[in-house]
């Protein structure tokens, strides 16, 4: 698929000017998480990539590929919620076929893929039950199959484990960082904690108030952040 690149992004809702001049690129591959505090445009940022919400000015390119009027399915991008974003009167089995039905999958084909998903997160003793009989970890794992069966080329992730406790927090986060080694598709991962970013990303873009403040790995960042708020924000020793 190649690298994802957003030039010069800019996005007003109205008056509110959310996110400034984001220059960005994500290779073929990358784990990269977004972090910053709440409202600083993580989430509009991954919309706006998702294709969900409209930029107000700048490219979002794909590949070399100005995707700026592809819906999401044709950006070949899937994105995972919390876990409450399943439907609760579909089962499990539905809930990951649902999305492929209404793209017109071949039956066969959705069979393989939910197949192939839930042998992947292991989740197939729960296939025929509704999401609400089973437990949050269970559940954010079928949320990450939605996503896993449209095989899509970048995932994006909007603080998935933001429902889940402290002990399941950190067990889903190896599940997606194992699930990334697997399956070596690009990711992008937001979050406002910074032990999440420091521990899952191969390159950690900071945001605040709707620009990139710095982008690094983990150990570049916390070595050599930029300025006070990024020393701060990861807890650097200066
Ligand atoms: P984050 O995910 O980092 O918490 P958001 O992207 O949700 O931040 O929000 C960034 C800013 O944009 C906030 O000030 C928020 O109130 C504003 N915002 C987000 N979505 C909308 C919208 N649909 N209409 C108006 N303002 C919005
Ligand atoms: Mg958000």
Avoid: W
């Amino acid at each position: 698929m190649g690298e994802l690149k957003l030039s010069s992004l800019n996005k007003a809702f109205g008056a509110v000017h959310v996110l400034h001049d984001i220059d960005l690129s994500v290779k073929d591959g990358e784990f990269v998480v977004f972090v910053g505090p709440s409202g600083c445009g993580k989430s509009t940022l991954l919309r706006i990539i998702a294709g969900l919400e409209d930029v107000t000015s700048g490219r979002i390119e794909i590949g070399g590929r100005d995707v700026g009027q592809l819906s999401p399915a044709e950006r070949k991008i899937a994105m995972v919620f919390q876990s409450y974003a399943l439907y609760p009167h579909m089962s499990v089995r539905k809930n990951l076929a649902f999305g492929l039905e209404n793209l017109k999958f071949k039956r066969s084909e959705i069979d393989a893929r939910i197949a192939e998903a839930a042998r992947m997160l292991a989740i197939e003793p729960y296939l025929d039950r509704k999401p609400r009989q089973l437990s949050g970890g269970q559940r954010q794992r079928v949320a990450i199959g939605r996503a896993i069966v449209r095989e899509p080329d970048i995932f994006l992730f909007d603080e998935p484990l933001s429902n889940l406790d402290a002990a399941l927090r950190v067990q889903t986060r190896a599940e997606i960082t194992r699930l990334h080694q697997q399956i070596k598709t690009t990711m992008i991962y937001v979050t406002h904690d910074q032990v999440e970013a420091m521990t899952m990303a191969d390159k950690i873009v900071i945001l605040r108030a709707g620009r990139v403040e710095q982008v690094g790995s983990p150990l570049e960042l916390f070595d050599y952040p930029r300025n006070l708020f990024v020393a701060g924000f990861l807890g650097s020793p200066r």
